[in-house]
């Protein structure tokens, strides 16, 4: 019911700044929840930051507080993710995903929906 494309993965020097994206295309009237996760080879999946259906409270991984910001616009169906202030340690395959209502971004644990990853690669 919900299709999730990523786009803005790459490479780039520890300190610098990428800025993935996320469309959304659906088939519901039903609103939905979204996110990023990560999973680094030989490491478990990890929740980054989410947002509920509204603009409001979203949820960041305390390894990735102060310096990724999360935002969606309603209008295009799209989320974003900021990136700066890189570390070795954010590389990683990022993936989109998307949980309809009800839900909320601390509780979005196991999204049934997921794009298919964007490789992100910071290097020293």
């Known amino acids: 019911q919900v299709q999730l494309a990523e786009s803005g993965g790459g490479s780039v020097q520890a300190g610098g700044s990428l800025r993935l994206s996320c469309l959304a295309t659906?088939?519901?009237?039903?609103?939905?929840?979204m996110g990023w996760f990560r999973q680094a080879p030989g490491k478990e999946r990890e929740k980054v930051a989410t947002?509920?259906?509204?603009?409001?409270?979203?949820f960041y991984a305390d390894s990735v507080k102060g310096r990724f910001t999360v935002s969606r616009d309603f209008a295009k169906d799209t989320m974003y993710l900021q990136m700066n202030s890189l570390k070795p340690e954010d590389t990683a395959v990022y993936y989109c995903?998307?949980?309809?209502?009800?839900?909320?971004?601390?509780?979005?644990?196991?999204?049934?929906?997921w794009g298919r990853g964007t490789q992100v690669t910071v290097s020293p």
């Open positions: 995903t998307a949980e309809l209502f009800p839900c909320s971004a601390r509780q979005m644990d196991s999204p049934p929906y």
């Open positions: 659906t088939n519901t009237r039903r609103s939905y929840c």
């Open positions: 947002m509920s259906t509204g603009p409001v409270n979203p």
